[in-house]
């Protein structure tokens, strides 16, 4: 029963293209985070929220939106995919914020995009 | 802002010896400090947290160790075993982050018979 899941776990896209990946948690958390992985980095992180019908930028924000219409589910969307998306991308909760509280993540997404 | 610096990016140990990650980071005001272990094909799992009032913290076969003065991290495995095979990353938050988790690069762990 994990607790953070994430849909697709792969997706190929086209250049140009409309991504929307999905992401649900059955923490009970406030806290939800997108991150993105690329080969030999550490995660950076794009948006997060804190409650739902809020969210906020993270350090890379720019190619992405966020949307939390409930406290369980937080997507992130890619309105006009680029090459430079291609990554892994992991959606985590937490029950709180101040860089103090245990993440959670969920298996992450591959995102390819030609 | 805070950066982080994590070395080695690959290690390779045989079973039984020791191993020994570690992470530099910038913002002397930091205060909260992570590893998380990643597994091949799973995702991140914490494996151990020190907050800054605590230098040293133990668990599952490996110890912690904070040196504040040099700001400096470090994760050391003193018996490595097969199940200890992932990638490893530290993870800091405090003042210069406002107070999100800055992550280091990253250390893949191969434990060798």
């Known amino acids: 029963e994990a607790a953070v899941t994430q849909s697709p776990r792969s997706k190929v896209a086209v250049t140009g293209g409309k991504v929307t990946l999905s992401c649900h948690q059955t923490n009970n958390h406030d806290y939800m985070y997108w991150y993105r992985q690329d080969t030999g980095h550490g995660l950076r992180l794009i948006h997060y929220?804190?409650?739902?019908?809020?969210?906020e930028k993270g350090d890379i924000p720019d190619g992405y939106k966020a949307s939390r219409p409930s406290q369980e589910n937080f997507s992130l969307i890619l309105e006009l995919a680029s090459l430079s998306q291609t990554a892994v991308y992991f959606c985590?909760?937490?029950?709180?914020?101040?860089?103090?509280?245990?993440?959670?993540f969920g298996p992450g997404t591959r995102l390819t995009v030609l | 802002g805070e950066q982080v610096e994590q070395r080695p990016p690959h290690l390779s140990v045989r079973e039984g010896d020791s191993a020994v990650i570690t992470c530099t980071y910038t913002?002397?005001?930091?205060?909260?400090f992570f590893w998380y272990k990643q597994e091949p094909g799973a995702s991140l799992q914490l494996l151990m947290k020190v907050f800054s009032s605590t230098e040293i913290n133990e668990g599952q076969g490996f110890t912690v160790l904070l040196n504040k003065k040099d700001k400096r991290l470090s994760l050391n495995l003193t018996a490595a075993h097969p199940g200890d095979s992932a990638a490893y990353f530290c993870?800091?938050?405090?003042?210069?982050?406002?107070?999100?988790?800055?992550w280091g690069s990253g250390t893949k762990l191969i434990i060798k018979p």
């Open positions: 929220s804190y409650v739902a019908d809020s969210t």
């Open positions: 993870a800091v938050s405090g003042v210069d982050s406002n107070y999100q988790l800055i």
């Open positions: 985590a909760s937490s029950d709180a914020g101040g860089g103090y509280a245990e993440q959670f």
């Open positions: 913002d002397p005001n930091s205060y909260y």
